[in-house]
């Protein structure tokens, strides 16, 4: 049995509404284990013997649209990925307020050319660095609720889906997947 966390976007922050308790039955009830939610914001932990991080996020993703009526990607990490994030922050060592520091997760690592021209849009004090399939954000002179460089910047500019967290719930996560 694998870990996992699957992580909603845009649930419960907008229009999209979703109670946690029906997140929990949904991934209980396609036949994975030990379900937890973080959170009112569309974190869930789970084990499962599918070992296809993919096709875990596509089930989710379907009942979620055949149950509720509700269309949300779905990205979903094992617990050795979300491990492996949460002790590969480059800016921990520097800023030690959680609300300054954010990860964007992707659904897909992006195309080369797409980072290396992924820029901070003026006047912004943002430090970010893109590894594989995640985004490290740092805000040194305020939280995330007040720049232009938000997920959906990134998902226009990267071309791909993503889902961003603060570093505090990056770090729960990172422990609720670990069991």
């Not at 050795?80 to 307020?97: H, I, S």
């Not at 040194?140 to 889902?163: C, H, I, S, W």
């Amino acid at each position: 049995m694998t870990r996992y966390v699957a992580l909603l976007r845009g649930v419960n922050v907008g229009t999209t509404r979703l109670a946690m308790a029906d997140l929990r039955r949904i991934v209980t009830d396609l036949g994975h284990e030990d379900v937890a939610t973080y959170l009112q914001s569309g974190n869930v932990a789970f084990g499962s013997t599918v070992r296809d991080a993919e096709k875990l996020a596509a089930g989710i993703e379907r009942a979620l649209a055949d149950e509720l009526g509700l269309t949300v990607p779905v990205l979903v990490r094992s617990g050795r990925e979300l491990a492996a994030v949460a002790g590969g922050n480059p800016y921990a060592e520097v800023e030690d307020d959680p609300k300054l520091l954010l990860v964007a997760f992707l659904a897909a690592p992006p195309a080369k050319a797409t980072v290396d021209a992924l820029a901070v849009p003026g006047g912004e004090n943002v430090s970010f660095t893109v590894t594989g399939r995640e985004v490290f954000l740092h805000f040194p002179d305020g939280g995330y609720g007040r720049t232009k460089f938000t997920n959906a910047y990134l998902e226009k500019k990267l071309g791909v889906v993503a889902t961003t967290r603060n570093w505090k719930s990056v770090r729960a996560l990172a422990e609720l997947a670990a069991g």
